[in-house]
């Protein structure tokens, strides 16, 4: 954020962050909590910080001394809203027990999926995203049309793209 990017300096000032030490000066309206890069497919608008499947496909390495332990930020901020995204967030073993923290906070709870993961039968999906319809919301990272997005996603089949529009209507219908 500057204000070359059309923001003036009086809104910088309002920012909780102080740019020159990098301290968080107040809580954040929003926090947006990087899982890491564990993921099924390797998007060719990706890259291997944000996909493990495209670091695979592309014989890269992701940088993983920037990944910060989401639990403690748990403790340190009161946002009105949380934002869980890096790689496929559903693939995390620990996110069931991440979600369940954030749902004794105070804000809405996201979390940013490409949607091949199956949700019909997760646990996240019964005990969380049933019982919390107002609390929890879905965001699907979907690229145009199917073929299209075929095209970008370049390992999706038929069977995937099912999955997300399952997906898709699954969790359309859980409130």
Known sequence: VNSEAGYSNDYLKELPYNFDTGDVTKHPLSVHLFLGNKCNLACKTCNANY???????????????????????????????WTLYGGEPFMYPRLYELLMRLMDTNGVVSVLTNGTIDLSRNRCYNEIIKKFPKKFCIGFSLDADPAFNRYVRENTDKKMMKTIEDTIFLTANAG
């Not at 493990?52 to 390495?61: E, L, Q």
């Not at 990944?67 to 403790?75: A, G, I, N, Q, R």
């Open 51 to 81: 996909s493990s499947g495209y670091a695979k496909k592309h014989g890269t390495v992701a940088d993983t001394e920037s990944y910060t332990d989401s639990f403690k930020l748990v403790e340190l901020y009161s946002p009105s809203n």
